[in-house]
T-cell receptor, first 109, second 113 residues
Framework: KNEVEQSPQNLTAQEGEFITINCSYS?????LHWLQQHPGGGIVSLFM???GKKKHGRLIATINIQEKHSSLHITASHPRDSAVYIC???????????FGTGTSLTVIP | NAGVTQTPKFQVLKTGQSMTLQCAQD?????MSWYRQDPGMGLRLIHY???????DQGEVPNGYNVSRSTTEDFPLRLLSAAPSQTSVYFC????????????FGPGTRLTVT
C-alpha cells in the first residue's frame, strides 16, 4: 500500500507554462513536505505545510487537510525547474515520514 | 556549516561483505534517519533516531543496523550485503521541534554483486 500518491508521474512543459503537481495521502499527518531532487541526485526541501498555503518565488504549495490533498504549483516554468518533485508526509502517530514516488518534470526551452 | 555529509559517495560490495555508511551533521539536529531510494519507489525509511542513544526501525530495517552514540553521527551498517541492497542511500537530519524540515546528505550509491 502507498501512503502517499503523486500525479502525474512524468510531466513535460514548455517554458513559461503553469505547472501543477498533485499529492494525496491516506494517513493522519502533522506536516507535509515538498522536496526537489535534481538530476545529480541531491534532495532539498522546498516547503513544509501543516495548513493553508505557502509561496516562495514562483513556487506555491497548498494543502487541504480535510481532503488529504496537496498541490505544488510552478508559475512561469523555466528549464532550471527540471527535476523530480517529491511529496512527503510526517505521520501524526509516530516518528516516520512517508514519501511519494515523485513527479519527473522536464521544462523545454 | 557543512550540513549533512555522507561517505562514501560510491561503493561496490560483493555478496556477504559488510560495510558502514557514514553520516554526520553539524546542525545539532535531534532527528536523523536513513532512507533507501530504488527506481519506481519512493524513499523508504530504514532506521531513524530522535536523539543520542535512541534508535528505532523504519519501514525496511532488515539487514541493516544503526547506532547513535553522539548527536552528530548516525552510521548505517550492512551486516552481510545482498544484491537486494543495491540502492541509493540517503541520510537526513532535522530539528524535532515542530518544523521537521529535513536536510539530506548527497547520497551513497551502493552496488552489491
Amino acid at each position: 500500500k502507498n501512503e502517499v500518491e503523486q500525479s502525474p508521474q512524468n510531466l513535460t512543459a514548455q517554458e513559461g507554462e503553469f505547472i501543477t503537481i498533485n499529492c494525496s495521502y491516506s494517513v493522519g499527518i502533522s506536516a507535509l513536505h515538498w522536496l526537489q531532487q535534481h538530476p545529480g541526485g541531491g534532495i532539498v526541501s522546498l516547503f513544509m505545510l501543516s495548513s493553508g498555503k505557502k509561496k516562495h518565488g514562483r513556487l506555491i504549495a497548498t494543502i487541504n487537510i480535510q481532503e488529504k490533498h496537496s498541490s505544488l504549483h510552478i508559475t512561469a516554468s523555466h528549464p532550471r525547474d527540471s527535476a523530480v518533485y517529491i511529496c512527503a508526509v510526517r505521520s501524526n502517530t509516530g516518528n516516520q515520514f512517508y514519501f511519494g514516488t515523485g513527479t519527473s518534470l522536464t521544462v523545454i526551452p | 556549516n557543512a550540513g549533512v555529509t555522507q561517505t562514501p559517495k560510491f561503493q561496490v560490495l560483493k555478496t556477504g561483505q559488510s560495510m558502514t555508511l557514514q553520516c554526520a551533521q553539524d546542525m545539532n539536529h535531534e532527528y536523523m534517519s536513513w532512507y533507501r531510494q530504488d527506481p519506481g519507489m519512493g524513499l523508504r525509511l530504514i532506521h531513524y533516531s530522535v536523539g543520542a542513544g535512541i534508535t528505532d526501525q523504519g519501514e525496511v530495517p532488515n539487514g541493516y543496523n544503526v547506532s547513535r552514540s553522539t548527536t552528530e553521527d548516525f552510521p548505517l551498517r550492512l551486516l552481510s550485503a545482498a544484491p537486494s541492497q543495491t540502492s541509493v542511500y540517503f541520510c537526513a537530519s532535522s530539528r524535532w521541534d515542530g518544523t521537521y524540515e529535513q536536510y539530506f546528505g548527497p547520497g551513497t550509491r551502493l552496488t552489491v554483486t
